[in-house]
Each structure stands twice: as structure tokens, then as C-alpha cells.
């Protein structure tokens, strides 16, 4: 039997934030909804649209109660999806009463790790926050807030350890045109994300420095050969006697491939930027967006170590964002490590 997830709350109203407050209110959710901007809750309040994010999203009156006080939305809720950039999430959470995090569900709705402490939002959290593990669950998709805005169909992918939460979770996002499916792999589905989000941005600089399709192909089957190994050497040290879930599905390969080859990823666009000769900064500034993949190029370097298993896909277009290696050069030295 799936659980009640009880009053519901958002953290974050980017894109994905937004994009999860449609799918939950379309589903006659109303929701608690913490938003930082003052100016952006009046909008919502008057114009009942996001004035920043996915304006063409109009929301019921009454369907949404944004808030810009914290621990007044935690005290609210019984669930809350956690949707605010893995740059600023740490920040974030802290701001709110560590007590009142303990008594919660928690939907992590991050596709990063946590730069400050190079660790997955459920790590952070059971360590520093004393939280249940057992009240977390993880979204991965493959899933693009602009086509969820456009109710194009899209599939989401639900991870937790009990049955009963995570089936709720997945029942209370289900829709027309959301399919969706859970499993248990909380960390390996987490990370399949990190990584895909690095070598979305490798994408993007390869297409900026015109490499065709069928270069990207082999690219993407390299990459995904890179993330598998990770993930079997995380099962292998963290969960050896636990049922290799099936990586060769949605949430792993399938999240892996939208990311490198839509024109909504974020990560591929600030890819293009870099590859078109745009320094990090400046890429930055200019998207007005924080790119995943930047934060998890580094913190995937001090994680990787803990496994003593080299990501060298990974690693190259670290150096590119971190250490200014030339994108050209970076490229070069792909092609042959690539079959």
C-alpha cells in the first residue's frame, strides 16, 4: 500500500521547481512553496505564473501558497521536494530548523552533488541533520521542464528505500503526461545523474567545436561505459551483497543520452559556450542558470579517488572548466581514448 504523503511543499522555484509545482497541482495538489524573491511571490500570488521560469505555466488559484519564510513552509508540510540548485542547497537547507527537517519526507528533486561537502543531498543530511534515510526518496528522469510545461510526455524515475513512501511519491507525480516507475538504487541513480550532467557539458563543447553526429554517438557509448564502471565500483564497495538494479534503463542510459543531445540542457548549452571560446564566468552570467555539471566536474574528481577508480572521460573536461585546458586540446585527447 502506497503512503499519504500529507500536505506537500517545494523548496525553489527555478525551472524544475516549477515544472514540479505544475505536475503535483495538475494532480489537485495544492502546495506549499518556498520562494526566495519577494517580487516573484506577489507575481505568483496576483498573476498565478512564475514572472522568471516557465512563464507559459499558469497555476489554479488557491493551488499554490508561495512563501518566502522557511521553516513556516516546513512547518506546513508533511512532504517536501527539495528543487534548488545543488550550488545553493546546502546554504539553503541550513536556513531552516534542523528539527523540522528530521520530521519530514523528503523528495530530493537535485541532480548534483553538494559542492561544500562533496556529498549527495541523502548523505548530507542523514550525517548532519540526523534524517531518516527511509523518508527519502531521489527524482531522476529523463524529464526537461520545458517539455513538462508543454505536457509533452516525460518519464520520472523515483528511488527510495521504502516501498510504501516511494510508490507514493511515484503516484502522487503520475499523470497524462508523466509516466513514471521507482526502484531502490538511491545513490546509484543520484550519481548516474551527476556524471550525466558532466558529460553533458562535454557534448555541448563538442558540438561547438563541430564534431558531428556520428562523433557523438561514440561519445555518449564511452561516457556511458564510464558511468556504468563508476556505478558497479560504488555497488562493489558500498552495497556488496545488495541486487544490482538494471542500469540499462531510463534513469541511467536514457538520462544520460536527453542530456547530451537536447537543446533544453542546460548543461549542453553551457557546453557550446565554453567550446565557442566563452570563459567560465562569462558562460555563467550569460545563461543566468547554474549548469549541474560544473560543481559535479569537481566534486566527481574527490569522490572518484575514494573508489581508487579513475573517471578519465570525467576528468578531461574537469580540466577544461577547472584548470583552463584548452577545449581543443581536451578533445584530442578524447578521440583517443574513445572505441
Known amino acids: 500500500m502506497s503512503k499519504d504523503l500529507g500536505q506537500i511543499g517545494i523548496i525553489g522555484n527555478g525551472s524544475w521547481g516549477t ?22 511571490i506577489k507575481h505568483l500570488q496576483t498573476r498565478q505564473h512564475n ?27 508533511d512532504t517536501v521536494v527539495v528543487a534548488v540548485p545543488s550550488a545553493y542547497a546546502q546554504k539553503v537547507i ?18 548534483g552533488i553538494l559542492p561544500d561537502s562533496n556529498l549527495l543531498l541523502n548523505d548530507y543530511m542523514t550525517t548532519n541533520l540526523g534524517t531518516d534515510l527511509n523518508k527519502y526518496v531521489a527524482i531522476t528522469g529523463p524529464c526537461h521542464a520545458e517539455e513538462v510545461a508543454d505536457e509533452r510526455l ?16 511515484s503516484k502522487a507525480f503520475n499523470s497524462t503526461y508523466i509516466n513514471t516507475t521507482h526502484n531502490h538504487d538511491i545513490w546509484g541513480a543520484q550519481y548516474a545523474a551527476v556524471l550525466k550532467n558532466i558529460y553533458a557539458i562535454g557534448a555541448g563543447i563538442a558540438r561547438a567545436l563541430d564534431y ?34 538494471d542500469f540499462h534503463t531510463s534513469a541511467y542510459l536514457g538520462d544520460l543520452l536527453v542530456t547530451c543531445y ?6 549542453r548549452t553551457f557546453g557550446t559556450m565554453i567550446g565557442k571560446g566563452y570563459s ?31 573517471l578519465p572521460m570525467a576528468t578531461v573536461i574537469y580540466k ?13 585527447k578524447l578521440e583517443k581514448m574513445m572505441s
Open 320 to 332: 577544461m572548466l577547472w584548470e583552463n585546458h584548452p577545449a581543443s586540446d581536451g578533445f584530442l
Open 19 to 40: 515544472a514540479l509545482a505544475k505536475i503535483l497541482t495538475d494532480n489537485n495538489n495544492s502546495i506549499h512553496w518556498w520562494v526566495r524573491n519577494e517580487e516573484a
Open 51 to 77: 514572472p522568471h521560469y516557465l512563464t507559459s505555466v499558469r497555476f489554479l488559484p488557491g493551488s499554490i501558497m508561495p512563501s518566502a519564510d522557511l521553516n513556516g513552509v516546513l512547518e506546513k508540510c
Open 94 to 111: 541550513e536556513q531552516g530548523d534542523k528539527t523540522l527537517w528530521q520530521q519530514k519526507n523528503v523528495i530530493s528533486a537535485i541532480k
Open 262 to 267: 537536447s537543446l533544453h540542457s542546460r548543461n
Open 212 to 245: 558531428g553526429d556520428n562523433f557523438l554517438s561514440v561519445y555518449a557509448t564511452n561516457c556511458y561505459r564510464e558511468m556504468y564502471n563508476f556505478l558497479e565500483a560504488h555497488f562493489e564497495k558500498e552495497h556488496p551483497s545488495s541486487e544490482r538494479p
Open 154 to 169: 516525460s518519464y520520472l524515475t523515483f528511488s527510495g528505500l521504502d516501498d510504501a513512501l516511494t510508490e507514493g511519491v
Open 280 to 310: 567560465v564566468k562569462a558562460a555563467i552570467l550569460e545563461m543566468n542558470m547554474v549548469a549541474e555539471g560544473y560543481y559535479a566536474a569537481r566534486g566527481m574528481q574527490h569522490i572518484s579517488k575514494g573508489y581508487n577508480l579513475p
